[in-house]
C-alpha cells in the first residue's frame, strides 16, 4: 500500500511539473525546435533570443513590474482586512456577529464574472481605471481567507486573550505579538495563494486597465508571438518570467510553512 500511494504521488508530481519544465524548456527553443518531427522536449540549441525578443516586441519589464505591485500591495491589504475581520468575528462578542459571518462565508457562492458589470461601474464612477488601486479594489474582501482565519482563530484558547488583557496587551499588540505567530501556517499559505490569484488575474486588469503603461503581465501576454507561424518562443519566455516570482515565493516559504505546521501539531 505504501509503495502504491509513493507511486501514485510520483505520477501526480510529475503531472503538475511537467508544464513548468516544458515552459522553461521551451523558452529556449528556436523556430526550428517547434516545428521539428518528432516533437522535442530539450532545446537543440540554447539561446536568449526569446527572452530579448520578449523584452524588445513588448514592453514586457513594465507589464511584470505592473504585476509585481498590484500582487504584491493586494496581498498586503487583503491579508490586513482578513486577518482583522477573522479576529473580529472570532474574539468579539456583538449583535448580527454570527449573521454577518454568514452573509460574508454566503458571497463565495456568488459566481465572481456575474460581478464584473457591477464592479466596473462602481471603479469607473470612482475614477479609478487605469490605477493600481482600482486593479486591486475587488480583491481585497475574500471570503474564504477570512473563512479559514476564523476558524484557525477558533482553536487558540479565549484564555490566552483573557490573560493578555489583565496584563495590559492591547489588541493590536495580541494580535501581531502572539495570534499571528502562532497561525504563521495558515497566514504564510494565504498570502501565497492570494499572491498568485492576484498575479496571475486576467479579466479584471483588462477591464480596468486602457492604458498600455498600466497593464499586467497576464494581458501583456497575449501581445507575444504569433499563432499562425508557431512562433511561441517569446511567449514561453514570458510565461518562465510569469511563474518565476510565484516558485521563488514557494520555495522560500516552504520550510517555514513546514515547521509551523510541525510545531503546531507537536503541541509546542
Not at 493590536?172 to 495558515?186: C, D, G, M, Q
Request: charged share 15%; hydrophobic share 50%.
Amino acid at each position: 500500500m505504501k509503495k502504491l500511494t509513493a507511486l501514485v504521488a510520483t505520477l501526480l508530481s510529475l503531472i503538475v511539473v511537467f508544464p513548468i519544465f516544458y515552459s522553461i524548456s521551451a523558452s529556449f527553443f528556436t523556430y526550428a525546435d517547434f516545428t521539428s518531427i518528432p516533437a522535442r522536449l530539450l532545446p537543440s540549441v540554447p539561446n536568449l533570443e526569446n527572452y530579448q525578443r520578449a523584452f524588445s516586441e513588448s514592453n514586457l519589464e513594465q507589464f511584470l513590474a505592473n504585476s509585481l505591485v498590484t500582487a504584491s500591495l493586494g496581498t498586503v491589504l487583503r491579508m490586513a482586512v482578513s486577518i482583522l475581520a477573522a479576529y473580529t468575528f472570532s474574539f468579539f462578542t456583538f449583535k448580527g456577529r454570527d449573521a454577518l459571518f454568514v452573509l460574508i462565508v454566503a458571497t463565495m457562492l456568488l459566481p465572481s464574472d456575474a460581478l464584473l458589470l457591477a464592479n466596473y461601474s462602481t471603479i469607473r464612477s470612482l475614477r479609478l481605471t487605469d490605477t493600481y488601486l482600482g486593479i486591486i479594489s475587488t480583491t481585497l474582501l475574500a471570503p474564504t481567507h477570512i473563512f479559514m482565519l476564523r476558524q484557525y482563530f477558533k482553536t487558540v484558547s479565549s484564555e490566552y486573550r483573557e490573560a493578555a488583557v489583565i496584563e495590559g496587551c492591547g489588541d493590536l499588540r495580541f494580535l501581531t505579538t502572539l495570534l499571528i505567530p502562532i497561525s504563521k501556517a495558515v497566514v504564510i499559505t494565504l498570502s501565497i495563494h492570494s499572491f498568485s490569484t492576484i498575479f496571475n488575474d486576467y479579466l479584471w486588469p483588462l477591464l480596468v486597465t486602457n492604458k498600455e503603461s498600466m497593464r499586467t503581465v497576464q494581458v501583456g501576454l497575449t501581445m507575444l508571438g504569433f499563432s499562425e507561424n508557431l512562433d511561441y518562443g517569446p511567449q514561453f519566455a514570458a510565461i518562465t518570467l510569469l511563474i518565476t516570482p510565484i516558485l521563488i515565493a514557494f520555495v522560500a516559504m516552504h520550510k517555514p510553512i513546514q515547521s509551523s505546521v510541525s510545531t503546531r501539531f507537536a503541541g509546542r
